[in-house]
Each structure stands twice: as structure tokens, then as C-alpha cells.
């Protein structure tokens, strides 16, 4: 999977506010940073709320996972997102409906309905706080001053400026994030609404519906492809890697409570499952704007089609 065109799909301005979080506005320039290149910058610094997170869901799930089904399952999504070929450079669909995207979801899928199986979706969105720009912020610079944390991103090709632009994301739109797309699931008025007791947990609709708008982008892309642009398909490119990785981390988090290796401070899993959820849910709005939801201005030119009208 191919990451040249992320760049435009995240500014130069966001790239500037994520250093500003960091305390690094007047260090570092934007342009091409690795999360190598940020981490040599920063001060390291406790962070109590992350520990207390990620002691909370660890003493939760430690023996409830499979460490052998994680490792295999990961495996195949790991090996899934670095064959999947770039949409924009297939091009449109001629002959058909492709299934790249749904292959995809179909390697998470596994790994999806064993951490369900196991509680651990459950347990994430009762000890994860609800996301506010000052958590998400906290999280992102423990996760920016890890070294460990970015080595899952690298394991799907995020060893560039890719890892920064992800967590440049999650700072860009923490408020909104908050505002709209994420709500307790332990706050919604039962009482009131009957739909309520249908909700899912908020990481578990977070982690799904990552794997559900996998499943249908290929379809959608044939059904709409004379409206689709190379832009458009790039923008899909780059939302799909970026729900891909917020997935690994999610998966490598469970994984290391499975296998207890320790190779995750409390305070690093804490801000590895908090950014995980937050690419997930934050990319999933990205990409029902840039790609779904086609404006006229968005769309491809109109083509008309000489042989109909001559017939």
C-alpha cells in the first residue's frame, strides 16, 4: 500500500498545531517529520491519568485473550493492508465490482469478533475517559515520546511522515470528535430512548464500523465511479491505511495483554488504545466526507455518451 499522496489530506497548519501540543511550535518545522525525528525532541513526562487507564484494562482482560489466535489473525491483517493496491492507481472499475477493500475487513474480522468474544470492548469504553481535546492531547504526546508505540505503525507501512499526520488527525479534531462522534455509551438516557439498549459499546462501534465501510467502499466505488475522481480515490487510499493502523494499534495493544510480554508500560497502553479509537472513529467521518458524500463541485466532470445519443 502506497502513502505518497497522504500529504494532502493533512495541512500544513495541523501539522503545526500537533507540535504546538507537543510544546515543540518553536523547535521543529512541519514539513516531513517522522515520529523519530519528534520523539528526539521531546521531554518525557509522567502521565498519571494514561497509567491508571491502562493498569484498569489490563487487569480487566489479562486472561481473557488468546495470545496464539491474536498473533496469527494479526499476522494476516498485517499481510492484507501491505498487499492492498493503491484504488487510485487501479483506476476506476471497468468490469466489474473489485473486493480489495472487503478483503481487508475480512482479515479484521477475526480479530474483531474474538476481542468482542472476550470483553474487551467492554472494558476499553469503561475505563477510557470520555475524548475531550485535553485527553486526546495528553494521549498523542505519550504516544508521540514512545518509541515502542510507533513500532506497530511501521508493521503497515507508517515509517514516515505518515505516523505524524495520523496523530496530527487525532489533535485537529479532538474537539470535534468529542462534539459529535463520541458519546459514553454509560451516558446515553436509557430510560428515554429505546434504541439506546441496542447501542454497542463505543470502542466496539468505533473498531466495526471501521470494518463496515471496508466492506462496502468497493461497492460503492463501482455504483458511483462515474462521479469518482482521482482525488476522490486517493482521499479513499489514505482514509482506509489510516483505519488500518488505528486497528493494529488496537490489535497490538490486546495482543501484548494476551501474551503478557510487558513490552507496554501502563501509561503506553493507555495512550495506544485512547489514539487507537480516535483514528478509528475520527477516519471513518473523513471518509464519509471525502469520498460518500460527492458534492457537485467534488464530482467528475459529466461525459456524454456519443453512442446513445446517435442511436
Known amino acids: 500500500m502506497r502513502h505518497e499522496n497522504h500529504t494532502q489530506h493533512v495541512t500544513d497548519e495541523e501539522r503545526r498545531d500537533f507540535l504546538k501540543a507537543l510544546g515543540l511550535g518553536g523547535v521543529l518545522t512541519a514539513g516531513g517529520l517522522t515520529l523519530g525525528e519528534v520523539r528526539e525532541q521531546m521531554a518525557t513526562e509522567s502521565a498519571t491519568g494514561l497509567s491508571t487507564i491502562g493498569e484498569a484494562i489490563r487487569a480487566d482482560l489479562t486472561g481473557t485473550l488468546e495470545a496464539e489466535t491474536l498473533a496469527t489473525q494479526q499476522e494476516t491483517f498485517v ?7 493503491a484504488a487510485a492507481e487501479l483506476g476506476l472499475p471497468e468490469e466489474g465490482r473489485r473486493e480489495q477493500f472487503a478483503s481487508l475487513a475480512g482479515a479484521g474480522r477475526p480479530v474483531y469478533d474474538h476481542l468482542g468474544s472476550a470483553g474487551f470492548f467492554e472494558s476499553t469504553t469503561q475505563n477510557l475517559p470520555a475524548f475531550g481535546p485535553q485527553n486526546l492531547e495528553s494521549s498523542v504526546e505519550a504516544f508521540a515520546s514512545s518509541e ?12 514516515g511522515q ?15 470528535l468529542a462534539t459529535y462522534h463520541w458519546v459514553a455509551t454509560d ?18 462501534a468505533a ?30 487510499d489514505w482514509h482506509v491505511q489510516t483505519m488500518a493502523a488505528g486497528f493494529q ?23 495506544l488504545f485512547s489514539t487507537a479509537f480516535a483514528v478509528q472513529a475520527i477516519e471513518q467521518a473523513h471518509l ?18 456519443l453512442k446513445t445519443i446517435t442511436s
Open 207 to 236: 473498531s466495526g464500523g471501521v470494518l463496515l465501510w471496508m466492506e462496502n467502499l468497493d461497492e460503492h466505488i463501482w455504483k458511483k465511479r462515474v462521479l469518482l475522481t482521482g482525488e476522490i480515490l486517493e482521499a479513499a
Open 148 to 159: 515502542a508505540l510507533a513500532a506497530p505503525l511501521e508493521a503497515v507501512g507508517f515509517t
Open 249 to 271: 494499534l488496537m490489535t497490538e495493544g490486546a495482543a501484548a495483554i494476551a501474551d503478557e510480554s510487558g513490552r507496554f508500560s501502563n501509561q503506553e497502553l493507555g495512550a
Open 79 to 85: 499481510e492484507a493492508v501491505n498487499a492492498l493496491p
Open 162 to 176: 505518515e505516523g505524524v499526520d495520523m496523530l496530527a488527525t487525532v489533535v485537529a479534531n479532538a474537539r470535534e
Open 288 to 305: 464519509a466526507n471525502d469520498v460518500y458524500w460527492i458534492t457537485e463541485e467534488m464530482r467528475a466532470p459529466r461525459r456524454t455518451d
Open 187 to 204: 451516558e446515553l438516557p436509557r430510560e428515554r430512548f429505546e434504541f439506546s439498549r441496542h447501542v454497542p459499546p463505543m470502542t466496539k
